[in-house]
């Protein structure tokens, strides 16, 4: 029994790993070069996010 266990959790990590870098591939070679034709060359170095209650 314990042998399925970590067959399922290291296939459940490729799986993981697997389904990351396509969505890296299509938002690096589809998304983003739409992005760049229409708008420009995006900059987001001005983009930050505020964390935690100042008002």
């Not at 690096?28 to 739409?34: E, G, T, Y």
């Not at 992005?35 to 996010?49: E, W």
């Amino acid at each position: 029994m314990k042998g399925n266990v970590s067959l399922r959790f290291s296939r459940g990590c490729n799986h993981r790993w697997s389904f990351r870098k396509i969505v890296t591939s299509v938002i690096d070679d589809l998304i983003m070069p739409i992005v760049a034709a229409i708008v420009g060359k995006p900059d987001f170095s001005s983009i930050y996010f505020a964390m935690g209650k100042r008002f």
